[in-house]
C-alpha cells in the first residue's frame, strides 16, 4: 500500500524558515519523480516543484522560485521542501505527491497524495 505522510509544518513568522519532509512506503520511491503541491484557503491546487527521479532535477514555480527547495534522499525514502524567506502568501496546506509513472516526470496528474501539512505564515 502507497503510504505518503508529510510533517514538519507550523506557525512561522514572515521571512521565516521551515523544512516539510515526507515520507514514503510501499513503492520503489527512488524510480518516480514526485511533487509538492500547496491548496491556500478557498484557493485551488497550486504546484509548487518537482523532483525527478534518475538525476533528480528539479522545478520550480515562479511564486517560490530562489526561496524554496526540494531534495530528495532515496535511501530514507524522504522527499523535503525547504522553505526560506517565508511570506504571508505562502500560507497553504501542503502536500506531497507522487509520478503515476516510474521514471522521469509525466504529464499525468499525480496518484497519491499525502493527507498535508499546514504552514501558517504571519506575524
Known amino acids: 500500500e502507497v503510504q505518503l505522510v508529510e510533517s514538519g509544518g507550523g506557525l512561522v513568522q514572515p521571512g521565516g524558515s521551515l523544512r516539510l519532509s515526507c515520507a514514503a512506503s510501499?513503492?520503489?520511491?527512488?524510480?518516480?519523480?514526485m511533487y509538492w503541491v500547496r491548496q491556500a484557503p478557498g484557493k485551488g491546487l497550486e504546484w509548487v516543484s518537482l523532483i525527478n527521479s534518475g538525476d533528480g532535477s528539479t522545478v520550480y514555480a515562479n511564486s517560490v522560485k530562489g526561496r524554496f527547495t526540494i531534495s530528495r534522499d532515496n535511501a530514507k525514502n524522504t522527499l523535503y521542501l525547504q522553505l526560506n524567506s517565508l511570506k504571508t502568501e505562502d500560507t497553504a496546506m501542503y502536500y506531497c505527491a507522487k509520478d503515476p509513472s516510474a521514471g522521469s516526470w509525466s504529464i499525468l496528474p499525480p496518484d497519491y497524495w499525502g493527507q498535508g501539512t499546514q504552514v501558517t505564515v504571519s506575524s
Open positions: 510501499g513503492f520503489t520511491f527512488s524510480s518516480y519523480a
